[in-house]
């Protein structure tokens, strides 16, 4: 009778992990360690780096701003206030993104450093800095996204100096800059998540289920 306990009760906790999400891996910090070994060996680490990053960009834009007033309006010289003349931006909108990952995974360090005392110039070139190491071609860690996206992402992102002077790529624009090659990335993700189950050591997932049982 306790084998058949102890059989039934791995049967359970198994067809439970079956159904373990991609947020599931992403959120905790053992489960998103084994998963990075697991695309290392699949040679897609790029997509979880990729995502990591630009998350943390859209982060790092949600921080810059009072989110005490609902829209807060900015001009390209990066200053704001309620009165200003500029791009609006709806806090409710940015209040909407929550990161999956554990606070333990370091901020990047395009996001870390500061490129220029101008707001918007910085957040403008932490953008490009991400472009040229994730999005351009032949880029150290490009990603793969279709051509038509990346080609999009080439007339916007490719001169720096162009980007800073485009007063139609306000802050509202940068904070959704990214956010078709995450959607795609995040499918990459969950294909590779697919075959991450039948590995070993998927087994060693963590199941937020049964944790909080």
Known sequence: QNMANFVN???????SKNQIQLKDILSIENNLN???????REF??????????MTQFKEHLRDHHDN????????????CSQSQSGTIININQIEMVSTPFPKSVPSGL??????????????????????NKYIKECSSLEVNISHRLRRKMRMKMYCLNTLIKNEDIGLDELFELFDE?????????????????????????????????
């Open 9 to 15: 009760r791995n049967e359970s906790q198994s067809g």
């Open 34 to 40: 084994a998963f990075m070994k697991y695309l290392s």
């Open 44 to 53: 897609s680490m790029e997509n979880l780096l990729g995502l990591i990053e």
């Open 68 to 79: 005490k007033n609902h829209n807060v309006m900015c001009s390209n010289s990066g200053e």
């Open 110 to 131: 395009i996001i870390e450093t500061k490129w220029s005392d101008d707001k918007i110039k910085d957040i403008k070139t932490k953008a490009h800095q991400i472009y």
């Open 181 to 213: 090659i995450m959607d795609t990335l995040i499918g990459w993700l969950n294909t590779s998540m697919t075959r991450f189950k039948i590995e070993p050591e998927f087994l060693d997932v963590q199941d937020p289920q049964l944790e909080t049982v």
